[in-house]
Each structure stands twice: as C-alpha cells, then as structure tokens.
C-alpha cells in the first residue's frame, strides 16, 4: 500500500462519535492502510453532538465557502479538519447549518429519524467530492462507509463520471447492519434526478429503504466489503448475483491483513 491514496468516507468515525461497527471501522482500516505507508484521508459530517472545542476542529477556509445545490436550494459548505490524537491521521468534516447543526446524527431525541436525511445524504456526497476536487488529491481507492454516505458511488459514477481526478479511482462499499426502520424520504428519486441522473440509474430508491439504499450503492461500486457478521437478506441476496469482487465479514482482530490484501489483490489488481 506504499504511497496508494485512499479516501474513507464515513458517516461515522470514532474518537468524534460512540463506538460502533461503523464508527470503530472507519477508524481501524485508515489506520491499517497509514501503517503501511499508504496516504488517507477521511470524511465525515460535522454533526451538531461533535464538540469542536474537544477535538479541536478548525474551518479550512481556502475549502470552504462553496454553495452546493441541493434539490434546487444553494446551500453553503463548510469544511473544518482535525487531527486524530496519537495517529498522524486527519479528518475532514462536511458541515452545514440547515443539515447539520442539530445536536444528533440521524434521529431527534425520540427517535424519530429526520425527514430531510435523504438531502444530507446528497449533500455530503457532493461536499466530499468537491472538497476532494479542490484539494486536488487523486484517490486509488474511496472506501464508503455508513448509509449516509452511500450516494457517493452512484454520484462519482453518474454525476462526476467526467472529473478527470477521479478517473482511475476504484469505489469499495462496506456493507453494515446498521441501517434504519422505513424509508427515507419517497422524493429524493426526484431529487436526485434534478442533478441529472437518470432514473434507470435509481430504480431501487423509488422504495428508499436502508437494503435498497446500499444496493444502488453497491450497483455504483467496483468492490464490497461486508462489514457485519450479518447483513439484510436482500442485500445477501442481491450480492450472490454480482460480478463484483466481495470480502467476506472479518472482525476486528482480523481484518487489517485481509483488507490490505483484498485492497492491492481484488481491488486495485
């Protein structure tokens, strides 16, 4: 993995939030890949609950201060950084007030999931991209992590299918079991579509669930890691059909030598 470039993109990524498969992963394989000479960069979004004071996140202004459209809305990005203590690691964070100032990930305190997750999910996808095309660092590998992040392979394929920076970039998807109950929301087909983007190319979104949702991730990826011991049977399903080269679910003690060799072997072979 010597000086290979892979860009995590991660709904979630600890020291910033709790531990989870997600979380905890988006942290790990980074680290696995910084170990061994190659050269990362992470993503996330800078939820409102992520004290900034704490980990010390600052605004990159040069990065900052693009508008993104958003389902026919201009809508300003943020970029702030930090450095992971101890690992020689940054991370990105993707921040706007209307979607992400609230002091919660994905749900309000009663756990009813935001009506707007399906444009956030939109707008990160396009805020890494375009942060990504500024800082004009060309990945080997983006790594999708999270169903918040999940628009990005299909974005990179179908909307920035001409970026030149990205041109020889492989997308992998990791596949959790951590998704949601119902569906986002029925317009974000819609949505999507006022960036240009067929409808052929979401077909499954007509229903957003979480399994439909990483599916369309999965159609717009060149490689899957599955990520949890268990996984949704349309999704296990939906993989037994695909030519698309699939690493098994390793845990954590095990992983880093399987991705290292799925990496440089499956995905970049």
Do not use: C
């Not at 942290?27 to 992470?42: C, L, W």
């Not at 399994?211 to 349309?234: C, F, Q, R, W, Y």
Request: aromatic share 12%; proline share 5%.
């Amino acid at each position: 993995m010597k000086d290979k470039r892979v860009l995590y993109v991660s709904s979630e990524v600890i020291p910033y939030l709790p531990e989870t498969e997600i979380s905890s992963m988006s942290f790990e394989a980074p680290r696995a890949v910084n170990n061994k000479e190659g050269q990362i960069r992470i993503f996330m979004p800078r939820y409102g609950n992520i004290n900034e004071r704490r980990h010390q996140l600052h605004e990159v202004i040069r990065l900052s201060g693009m508008n993104l459209v958003i389902n026919d809305l201009d809508m300003p990005l943020i970029i702030k950084v930090a450095s992971i203590p101890k690992e020689r690691m940054q991370v990105y964070f993707i921040e706007n007030d209307d979607y992400f100032k609230r002091k919660a990930t994905y749900a309000d305190e009663d756990g009813v999931f935001f009506p707007d997750n399906d444009e956030r999910a939109i707008f990160f996808a396009k805020g890494v991209i375009e942060t990504v095309k500024k800082l004009n660092w060309s990945p080997d590998i983006i790594h999708v992590h999270g169903w918040l992040a999940s628009f990005l392979p299909l974005y990179l394929k179908k909307y920035y299918g001409n970026e030149p920076l990205f041109e020889n970039s492989k997308i992998v998807t990791s596949i959790y079991n951590q998704g949601f109950v119902g569906t986002l929301d029925k317009e974000v087909v819609n949505k999507i579509g006022f960036d240009g983007i067929e409808q052929e190319d979401v077909t499954e979104l007509k229903e957003p669930n979480y399994s439909n949702l990483m599916i369309t991730a999965i159609k717009h990826s060149d490689a899957v890691i599955i990520g949890s011991e268990s996984i949704p049977s349309e999704i296990e399903t939906y993989l037994k059909n695909i030519d698309k080269p699939v690493l098994k679910f390793h845990n954590k003690e095990e992983f880093q030598e399987a991705y290292i060799d799925f990496y440089t072997s499956k995905v970049l072979g």
